[in-house]
């Protein structure tokens, strides 16, 4: 079945750009019908959806973060990647990258374990 | 956008008790509802979708209702393995949004 896990620096400096992937395995991420999001946590708190992208590249966000965020696809090697750039430490969380794993579902019941980013000097 | 706001943000039940947690949007968003459980140290897990749909596996103890801006979530018959926190999503259109989630925790 299809999994996912998150990789990128677990430490950034302030001001700095956030740079994580998430790779995607036993399954296509060309396909019609899923959508790849990052969600992330901060530390005690809830879940906040940062955006999604599709596999033709179309993306949408969340407004808070919109200006900030950027999401692209590398299909040849079947990931999806975020950018946050400007990063403060209200930045730090808990990144999960998340899908769904029957097309046209706008639910998310896969899951990446998680990559905890720590923006600090 | 549309808010989604969860109440009550705790509770302390007992073991085999009832549980409902209240999930209300702002909008109407017809049954474009997810529930999601999370226990610490993990990502969260689907529970229900449609708003009343249970994710395959997961125990029939759990149960959802509601359509447009009033949902719930109900454990009936509250277990140690329920300890968690519960979000509800919606997600009739982006932006896809959380509730700021509920802890279950037993008394």
């Known amino acids: 079945q299809v999994q996912l896990q998150e990789s990128g620096p677990g430490l950034v400096r302030p001001s700095q750009t956030l740079s994580l992937t998430c790779n995607v395995s036993?399954?296509?991420?060309?396909?019609?019908?899923?959508?790849w999001s990052w969600i992330r946590q901060h530390p005690g708190k809830g879940l906040e959806w940062i955006g999604l992208?599709?596999?033709?590249?179309?993306?949408y966000f969340d407004p808070s973060l919109k200006s900030r965020s950027s999401i692209s696809v590398d299909t040849s090697k079947n990931q999806f990647s975020l950018r946050l750039n400007s990063v403060t430490a209200a930045d730090t969380a808990v990144y999960y990258c998340?899908?769904?794993?029957?097309?046209?579902?706008?639910?998310?019941?896969?899951w990446g374990r998680g990559t905890l980013v720590t923006v600090s000097s | 956008d549309i808010q989604m706001t969860q109440s009550p943000s705790s509770l302390s039940a007992s073991v085999g008790d009832r549980v409902t947690i209240t999930c209300r949007a702002s909008?109407?968003?017809?049954?474009?509802l997810a529930w999601y459980q999370q226990t610490p140290g993990n990502a969260p897990k689907l529970l229900m979708y449609?708003?009343?749909t249970l994710q395959s596996g997961v125990p029939s103890r759990f149960s959802g209702s509601g359509s447009g801006t009033d949902f719930t979530l109900t454990i009936s018959g509250l277990q140690p393995e329920d300890v968690a926190t519960y979000y509800c999503?919606?997600?009739?259109?982006?932006?896809?949004?959380f509730g700021q989630g509920t802890k279950v925790e037993i008394k």
């Open positions: 036993g399954g296509s991420i060309n396909t019609s019908g899923y959508y």
């Open positions: 909008q109407g968003i017809s049954n474009y």
């Open positions: 992208i599709y596999y033709t590249g179309s993306t």
């Open positions: 449609a708003a009343s």
């Open positions: 999503q919606k997600y009739n259109s982006v932006p896809w949004t």
């Open positions: 998340a899908s769904n794993s029957r097309p046209g579902d706008w639910y998310f019941d896969l």
